[in-house]
């Protein structure tokens, strides 16, 4: 069976919304994100996979926030809105709704791809470079954690060139769960600086691990 199916088959028995589920779980089971009690924002959330299983790694004392282009069926603990990333609107309705800055901003923003890989790729940074800007603009803490996915291709560099600058440690990962040939590879950053983030760390890249 191939690994797309496996885990689209595993999803359904389990009743996990998305296959997409599975890669945030091996980005827990490797790099350790979430901890019990940690408030999470998860963008580009629909339909609700990655929302679901955050409520799990954070439990009772957690809380989790989920917003989307599309409406998102109501997902047990998890709070909800509908709005544009690209929107500012967005980004001040949501630090109005969550009130605090948060713990970690999860991201597996996609945009309608269209085919051309160059606007795909160039789209799907784009909104990347939405959920970083909502991070660095006082919603995540100092000291918090980033997980995006990203579109490797002309302006993944320089994405993550910026990723460097403000955190103090970035992973990349591709999880078993992600189609063998597929671009996408996860950013993990950890510990967001304070103040003017200047001094660049090396990444550790991990392969996939089949
Ligand atoms: C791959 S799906 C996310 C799957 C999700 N992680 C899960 O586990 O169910 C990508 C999502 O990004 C959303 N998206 C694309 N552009 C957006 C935007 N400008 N604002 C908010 N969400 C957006 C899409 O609507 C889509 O639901």
Do not use: C
Not at 63 to 73: G, H, K, P, S, T
Not at 193 to 206: A, E, I, N, Q
């Amino acid at each position: 069976m191939r690994r797309r199916e496996f885990y689209y088959r595993e999803a359904q028995r389990i009743g996990y919304r998305s296959r997409a589920t599975f890669k945030l779980k091996q980005i827990q089971e490797k790099f350790t994100v979430f901890k019990i009690g940690d408030i999470v924002l998860d963008v580009g959330a629909a339909p609700g996979g990655w929302s679901q299983i955050a409520t799990e790694f954070v439990g009772i004392p957690g809380r989790v926030y989920a917003v989307d282009l599309d409406f998102i069926e109501p997902i047990d603990f998890v709070i909800s809105i509908q709005g544009d990333i690209t929107d500012r609107k967005t980004h001040e309705r949501l630090k109005t709704l969550i009130g605090e800055p948060v713990d970690i901003i999860i991201s597996d923003l996609s945009p309608k791809v269209t085919g051309n890989w160059s606007t795909d790729q160039a789209r799907q940074i784009f909104l990347s470079e939405q959920a970083l800007r909502l991070a660095v603009s006082g919603l995540l803490k100092q000291g918090g954690k980033f997980v995006s996915k990203v579109f490797q291709g002309d302006l993944y560099e320089q994405f993550l060139a910026i990723v460097k600058q403000l955190f103090t440690v970035v992973y990349l990962y591709k999880p078993k769960a992600s189609r063998k040939g597929s671009a996408e590879i996860y950013v993990i950053a950890k510990g967001l600086k304070k103040g003017p983030r200047k001094k660049r760390k090396p990444t550790k890249k991990v392969e996939q691990d089949d």
